[in-house]
């Protein structure tokens, strides 16, 4: 590979816009869609970039959007620049470091009122990895709060980029945004690459197009790619031939070739995202002895759940429609379960709870699918008295605990940002989850980093509200896997009227088990209507009942007059509790609504 | 029929009534007269097995009046010999003129109103008879030879107390009823006292009251010797209503007047509300219907499920035509087991029913095995 940039390549600046989450990445790539003219303004709308409609509802980025777009800049040159928005979701950090590989830039946006947070740190260091130039740009400086002089002496002393060097901007107003485009031109290299060698590109992300089958996007490194060319994956010698080619705009447009450093989609009639995987390289097919490009780590699920149809016709649907969704989602992974109390579903595996909401969430609205979500769990290890070491996500699936010598469970590395005023209340908060401290540092005199080895099980449910909730939310979290460690866990029962219910089983550890049942029991109560019959809902460990609460029955549901013109009013209203209690899950004599199966989620710890 | 006039308005009342005047009834006979020569020759071929005078206040007409209407039926329907025939009436408005005139036309059941006998509550509900007139009216009523006398109570209405409810219970017994029909308040809005109960001004028993009194109610009939064939509908052994049965086995009648609902030919139709909306669309030669409803399979089989299930004797096989029975086998055939296996439902050879501790959560078992219907393949 050539060290220098080709000179044929000198006009193009791949870069992207990293951030925490928040800052402003999505609002600073629509000033410079509008200042290179790329959108029409009939097409310009707020965070244009976000098109899926759970990212505009939430208001949050959730894929990386990558989009082409040319510029004039004060040179006199006319440069092509592609820009990639990422996710500032800690759920979604696979999305930033695949985009950071297309890139040889990133613009690290930080909030001047919020200053470096976790994801700003974890991003940085996610681009310098990858040998990436990054330039700094303080954002929303308009806002009174904005203090850009801390800010600038964090990000210097957190990153090293000279406090002076980083841009003070505002994507709102769009003051600055025109010098930090020239500061883009300036500084971020032209790819490096051999247009002249055979073709290699990277796939970095795809996605499936009803029409086109499987849409790779790719930087290509090295050659050019058009229609007509024959082309093979490395990773499994599959051969295709192209059938477009073409860049990135809100949608795709088709060009006559995509040449070396540039940013753009291959078409070439692949049926299955599993032929055409992200990280894997193209290659020109008459070239056997390429070398792949580096790819990228395989992103590990960190939380399961079951996912079943409320009505159990719904099955195939919901198969169908997940089928679907991973065409899109390759962090999404499942697999067919059944459970005692909801029947045939899937096993999910999320990057996080966010993850997991959103994919429900796509489920419901773009598949019309009702669906019972089981209790989250992390993946745990289990050694058995007969030498056997099992994976268990699912914790109905754990064995009984007289077969059980030990149990192994995930550990993070996480590190905690925060204003160092709320330091005492994280402490506690992260001894509480069983953490193991593992350091201390101040970014500047009054904003602390603290690192803590934390079970993975203590943090995927609720430790982020807990976190915001005690730092004002002013603190920040960042983490990673850090292996798997020993723990005294058991498993708790959920038993309704005796019967248990597998959906709502999980796995905790010892200290905390009296408190989950307490808790949980006491959430069902309220969530489950009162039945024709008396409910009790307890918690158990093995036989022994840690728990009880009782659900008093329902003593009037009746309609007193049912003549004549009564009928029809009567027929409306049976129609309606009809559909009360489709929604509601039977488990052996008790009736339990969708919600119930959410309580879990709630459960003080 | 219903006979949308009333001396006053009750409390809680939001039936099809308004006030009573010379002009408002010539009216209102004229477009039944129109409705019936609408209606009658639909079913000509039918022989009537029970007719009903609802309200309002049937017994608010007079004696001419009733005549006429009377007439007007007569000559329209084919009724037969043996027909039950009811007319509602308010305990104030019984007097021997009118009892003459209704056991000449072949009435031969009188429906009482009474609500409650304790005075103040017969104050709070608008009734505008004392405590005593029903027992006078009953008295006048067998000396002219009805036999067949029920008498309705309400439970649960705001203020209401078993110690109070428990009085108007055995105050209803002493007057030896062959028949009872005991309703639990509905709040409904747009009346006083529904506005009241709902607004809070005037609380309702909690409903776990209501259903105590509900108990109540049920332990003192059944000791008296009467059967709860409906949910809130008792009786001495074979008084119960036989109009009642036609609405709840679903077989066809042709209701009139105005709020009035029919089952005819498969179709279930209801009248406009207003006496005079449903008059004016009669003057103008145009069908008095503000609802029509085709019934279909799916339909018919839930209203069977959803009324049978209301019966104290259940859904029976012999209540219904076989091949309609089948279908409701063939939907809720399965959901019949699973009910009885939760204890929901009890099923023997004489058909499905819902266990008497269980009448006064039907809705709720209702929907249940609704809801586990399976479509017609
Ligand atoms: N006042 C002000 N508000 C801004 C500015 N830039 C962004 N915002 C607001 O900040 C919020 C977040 O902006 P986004 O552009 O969606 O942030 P993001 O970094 O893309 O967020 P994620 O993609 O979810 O990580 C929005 O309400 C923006 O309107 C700015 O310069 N000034
Ligand atoms: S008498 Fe009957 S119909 Fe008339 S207002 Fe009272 S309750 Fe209503
Ligand atoms: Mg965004």
Redesign the pocket.
């Known amino acids: 590979m050539a060290l220098l940039s080709d000179p044929r390549l000198g006009h193009i600046r791949n870069f992207c816009i990293v951030?925490h989450?928040?800052?402003?990445?999505?609002?600073?790539a629509d000033r410079l869609l509008e200042l290179t003219h790329t959108l029409t303004p009939q097409q310009m709308k707020?965070?244009v970039l976000?098109d899926m409609e759970l990212e505009r509802e939430k208001?949050?980025?959730i894929k990386s959007h990558a989009i082409a777009m040319e510029y004039r800049a004060r040179d006199g040159r006319t440069y092509h620049l592609n820009l990639i928005?990422t996710?500032?979701?800690v759920d979604f950090t696979y999305e930033v470091s695949r985009s950071l590989a297309a890139c040889e830039g990133a613009v690290l946006?930080v909030d001047a009122s919020q200053g470096i947070e976790a994801q700003t740190l974890s991003n940085f260091l996610l681009a310098r990895e990858q040998n990436l130039t990054v330039i700094g740009a303080i954002?929303?400086?308009?806002?009174p709060a904005s203090r850009p002089e801390d800010v600038a002496f964090e990000i210097e002393h957190v990153t090293g980029i000279p406090a002076e060097s980083v841009l003070r901007?505002?994507?709102?107003?769009g003051a600055g945004v025109e010098d930090l485009l020239e500061q883009i031109i300036a500084e971020i290299p032209a790819p490096r690459g051999n247009p002249d060698a055979p073709l290699r590109a990277l796939i970095f992300d795809s996605k499936f197009d009803q029409y086109r089958g499987v849409v790779a996007l790719v930087r290509v490194v090295d050659g050019e790619v058009r229609p007509g060319d024959a082309i093979r994956f490395l990773s499994n010698d599959k051969r295709y031939e192209v059938t477009e080619v073409g860049r990135l705009r809100l949608r795709l447009e088709p060009l006559p070739r995509l040449a070396a450093g540039e940013v753009g989609y291959v078409v070439a009639g692949v049926k299955t995202v599993a032929d055409a995987r992200v990280g894997d390289t193209v290659g020109a097919a008459a070239s056997e002895n390429l070398r792949a490009l580096p790819g990228f780590r395989d992103v590990k699920p960190m939380v399961f759940s079951g996912l079943y149809p409320l009505e159990s016709e719904q099955y195939e649907n919901l198969k169908e429609a997940l089928g679907r969704l991973v065409l899109n989602d390759a962090a999404l992974i499942y697999e067919p379960e059944t459970s005692v109390a909801l029947g045939f579903g899937f096993r999910c595996g999320f990057l996080g709870l966010l993850h997991m909401e959103i994919v429900q969430e796509r489920l419901r609205r773009e598949h019309q699918l009702d669906l019972i979500a089981t209790t989250p769990s992390v993946e745990f290890h289990v050694l058995l008295e007969n030498g056997q070491l099992l994976t268990v996500d699912n914790p109905s699936q754990m064995p009984p605990a007289n077969d059980v010598v030990a149990i192994e469970e995930p550990y993070v590395l996480a590190h905690v940002l925060t204003p160092a005023e709320y330091l005492g209340n994280i402490m506690k908060l992260c001894q509480e989850r069983r953490g193991i401290h593992v350091g201390l540092e101040y970014l500047e005199e009054k904003r602390a980093r603290v690192g803590y080895r934390l079970p993975l099980g203590e943090i995927v449910l609720d430790f982020y509200d807990r976190l915001k909730s005690v730092s004002r939310g002013y603190a920040s979290l960042d983490y990673e896997f850090d292996g798997y460690r020993e723990g005294d866990m058991v498993k708790i029962d959920i038993l309704l009227n005796a019967e248990p219910v597998d959906a709502l089983s999980a796995i905790v550890h010892r200290d905390k088990a009296y408190e989950w049942g307490r808790d949980l029991c006491a959430r069902l109560k309220e969530l489950i209507p009162r039945q024709m019959f008396q409910v009790a809902i307890q918690a158990a460990i093995g036989s022994k009942v840690i728990a009880r609460e009782t659900l008093g029955a329902v003593r009037k549901n009746v309609t007193a007059k049912c003549y004549g013109g009564d009928i029809t009013r009567k027929r409306k209203l049976l129609e309606k509790q009809k559909e009360g209690k489709r929604r509601m899950k039977q488990i052996g004599t008790v009736e339990v609504p969708q919600e119930a199966f959410l309580a879990v989620l709630k459960v003080e710890r | 029929m219903h006979v949308p006039f009333c001396a006053t308005r009750c409390t809680y009342c939001d039936f099809s009534s308004g006030a009573l005047s010379a002009a408002a009834v010539e009216r209102y006979l004229g477009a039944l007269e129109r409705e019936i020569a609408l209606r009658a020759p639909r079913c000509a071929d039918a022989s009537h097995r029970s007719v009903f005078f609802g309200g309002g206040t049937p017994s608010a007409l007079s004696s001419r009046h009733f005549r006429r209407a009377w007439k007007a039926l007569r000559d329209g329907f084919r009724i037969a010999p043996d027909a039950e025939i009811t007319l509602e009436a308010n305990p104030e408005s019984v007097r021997p003129v009118l009892l003459e005139v209704w056991a000449e036309a072949g009435v031969n059941r009188l429906s009482m109103g009474a609500q409650s006998f304790v005075p103040e509550e017969l104050a709070r509900l608008g009734r505008i008879h004392d405590a005593a007139r029903p027992g006078e009216a009953f008295a006048l009523a067998r000396a002219h030879g009805f036999r067949r006398l029920s008498l309705d109570l309400m439970f649960g209405f705001p203020g209401h107390t078993a110690e109070r409810w428990r009085r108007s219970i055995d105050e209803a017994l002493a007057l030896e009823p062959e028949h009872l029909s005991a309703y639990c308040f509905i709040a409904e809005p747009g009346t006083p006292l529904g506005d009241a109960a709902i607004s809070g001004a005037a609380p309702l028993p909690a409903p776990e009251e209501q259903a105590d009194l509900y108990a109540l109610l049920e332990a003192r009939l059944a000791a008296a010797g009467y059967g709860c064939y409906e949910t809130s509908n008792f009786c001495r052994p074979g008084a119960e209503a036989r109009h009642n049965l036609v609405y709840w086995l679903r077989r066809p009648y042709v209701g009139l007047g105005p709020s009035a609902h029919g089952l005819l030919d498969g179709v279930r139709y209801g009248n406009h509300y207003a006496p005079a909306r449903w008059a004016e669309q009669l003057e103008r030669g145009q069908g008095p219907e503000s609802e029509v409803e085709p019934e279909r399979e799916a339909s018919a089989a839930e209203e069977a499920l959803m009324l049978g299930l209301r019966l104290g004797g259940g859904m029976r096989p012999d209540d219904y035509s076989p091949a309609f029975w089948s279908t409701i086998r063939r939907r809720y055939g399965g959901a019949f087991t699973h009910a009885r296996a939760t204890g929901r439902l009890e099923m023997d050879a004489d058909g499905v029913r819902i266990p008497a501790p269980l009448r006064f959560v039907a809705d709720d078992v209702i929907a249940w095995v609704a809801a586990r219907g399976v479509a017609a393949s």
Do not use: F, R
């Open positions: 951030a989450i928040d800052h402003g990445k999505s609002t600073l707020a965070q976000d208001g949050i980025t928005d996710p500032g979701h946006v954002n929303k400086v308009d806002l901007i505002s994507a709102k107003t």
